[in-house]
């Protein structure tokens, strides 16, 4: 059973540099042929697909975001970290990660999510 476990900072600054971890467990994620994908919800707003990084380590993101998001991953930790850069109390939300089939479909597990807020 793969579990994967969001962690990082619940308040955040304008301006600031966000960073989350997102730790995975029962599985690798270098196994082939699937994706690790960053997803944001908004209170009251739908699912925004943020980005993610294939088993291979390439990665995709969202056209809306691809400027300020950055994905990596670390292999010898089984985990997973997303970078959102130049924060606004627009990025307000719960962040998850999940695993795919593909880079924005096919979601068969989830983390529980984390709550940030961006507030001065």
């Known amino acids: 059973q793969v579990q994967l476990q969001e962690s990082g900072p619940g308040l955040v600054k304008p301006s600031q540099t966000l960073s989350l971890t997102c730790t995975v467990s029962g599985g690798s994620i270098t196994t082939g042929y699937v994706y690790w994908s960053w997803i944001r919800q908004p209170l009251g707003k739908g699912l925004e697909w943020m980005g993610a990084?294939?088993?291979?380590?390439?990665?995709v993101y969202n056209p809306s975001l691809k400027s300020h998001t950055s994905i990596s991953r670390d292999t010898s930790k089984n985990l997973l970290t997303l970078q959102l850069s130049s924060l606004t109390p627009e990025d307000t939300a719960v962040y998850y990660c999940?695993?795919?089939?593909?880079?924005?479909?096919?979601?068969?597990?989830w983390g529980q999510g984390t709550q940030v807020t961006v507030s001065s």
């Open positions: 999940a695993r795919g089939i593909g880079a924005q479909y096919g979601m068969d597990y």
């Open positions: 990084i294939a088993y291979s380590g390439s990665t």
